[in-house]
Every structure is written in structure tokens, then in C-alpha cells.
């Protein structure tokens, strides 16, 4: 069976320092692979999507990136975190012509 | 008018109860739909895709209206456990996805 990880499951940090969030699934090849910020009290926004390695797509020009080194890993990044940036961090999969979408545990970012 | 929208609730009902949440979405072309369940500070799940002929799991049936652009979830025989939001999400082709804001559901002793 498919399963998704992420970590960490929270993290503090303060404004102006780096990010890296990871994503893996597992049970899966070439899934189409999603980031998504969850603020409080608000839907979930599609930040990226991947439908292969080295393939990124952007929904929302903000000051996050995102990589994908490997079939089944994802990763979110930023050089500088803002206030904004905290929130719910949701990385979710697809599989193939499937559309239903699975995500993993999520993390709880905070920038102080 | 947003894309999806749904009642923030939240719904209080005593256990047993027959409730029912309702979903609008603006875009006819949308071609796929799901209820997920969200509970606090956790990730959301799947609980059930909605399908055109409508369907149904156990306590919980997911209806389709294209015509009026809604979906619906009915949860039958409400348990304490049901308690969390239920999140409608519209698939609009591609890798869009639009996610409504959640329904909130409080099941009472």
C-alpha cells in the first residue's frame, strides 16, 4: 500500500532564516506529487505540483521554491521566511490518471 | 462568488441524528468531487469521491447535482467519532484542485 511521510511535523523559526520541508511517498512510482499551505481558519492553497522529476509547477509567485530530486521525493524551500509563512504545510500524491488525492501528515510551521 | 463554497457551520447535533452538509461550486466544467474529513490540526482524508449516480458508504451517502452545482454529504445515525470538518473539493481538470473552507461538525452526547 501507498504511503506519504513529511518532517519535520513542527517547526519554529525566526523571520529571514531558510526552510527545507520534505516529502517521500512510498508504494508508488511517478506520482504526481502537490504542496499546499493550510492558514488557520482558511481552504487549502495549492502552492505546487509535480508531475515528474525536476518538473515544477507554480500556483501562487510568493517566496517559496520547490524541487523534486527523486521520483518519490518533494521538497518545499526558502532562502528567507516572512511572518506570512506560517501555517499548515500539506504535501499530498496522486497516482497516474487517478485524481483522487492522498496527503501526508503535514507540518505545523510558525515564523516568530 | 467563490469557487466552492460550503456553510463553516458548525453543525451541533445530538448523536443518532441525520445531518446533512451542502457544497456550491462555480465552475460547470468541474469534472471530479470529494468529501474529505479534517479532524483538528491533523491532515485531511478522503472519505468518500462523489459520483454523478450518487453513492453511498455505510452511514455516509455523497450525492451530485450538475445541474444546480452542488454536492451534498449525508451522515446517517451520527456518532461522537463523526465530530471533525468536512471539506468539499472540486477537481477542475488537470491538477486543479479547489478546496472549500470546511464544514465544521460537533456530534453531542
Known amino acids: 500500500s501507498q504511503t506519504i511521510h513529511q518532517w519535520p511535523a513542527t517547526l519554529v523559526q525566526p523571520v529571514g532564516s531558510p526552510l527545507s520541508l520534505e516529502c517521500t511517498v512510498e508504494?508508488?512510482?511517478?506520482?504526481?506529487l502537490y504542496w499546499y499551505r493550510q492558514a488557520a481558519g482558511r481552504g487549502l492553497q495549492l502552492l505546487f505540483y509535480?508531475?515528474?522529476?525536476?518538473?515544477i509547477s507554480s500556483e501562487v509567485p510568493q517566496n517559496l521554491s520547490a524541487s523534486r530530486p527523486q521520483d518519490r521525493q518533494f521538497i518545499l524551500s526558502s532562502k528567507k521566511l516572512l511572518l506570512s509563512d506560517s501555517g499548515f504545510y500539506l504535501c499530498?500524491?496522486?497516482?497516474?490518471?487517478?485524481?483522487?488525492?492522498?496527503f501526508g501528515p503535514g507540518t505545523r510551521l510558525t515564523v516568530l | 462568488r467563490k469557487e466552492v463554497e460550503q456553510d463553516p457551520g458548525p453543525f451541533n447535533v445530538p448523536e443518532g441524528a441525520t445531518v446533512a452538509f451542502n457544497c456550491t461550486y462555480s465552475?460547470?466544467?468541474?469534472?471530479?468531487f470529494f468529501w474529505y474529513r479534517q479532524d483538528c490540526r491533523k491532515e485531511p482524508k478522503l472519505l468518500m469521491s462523489?459520483?454523478?449516480s450518487g453513492n453511498e458508504d455505510g452511514r455516509f451517502t455523497a450525492q451530485l447535482n450538475r445541474a444546480s452545482q452542488y454536492i451534498s454529504l449525508l451522515i446517517r445515525d451520527s456518532k461522537l467519532s463523526d465530530s471533525a470538518t468536512y471539506l468539499c473539493?472540486?477537481?477542475?481538470?488537470?491538477?486543479?484542485?479547489?478546496f472549500g473552507t470546511g464544514t465544521r461538525l460537533k456530534v453531542l452526547a
Open positions: 499530498a500524491w496522486s497516482g497516474g490518471i487517478a485524481v483522487t488525492q492522498y
Open positions: 508504494g508508488t512510482s511517478n506520482p504526481n
Open positions: 509535480s508531475v515528474g522529476i525536476g518538473q
Open positions: 465552475n460547470s466544467a468541474s469534472q471530479s
Open positions: 462523489v459520483y454523478s
Open positions: 473539493v472540486v477537481n477542475e481538470g488537470t491538477y486543479k484542485y479547489i
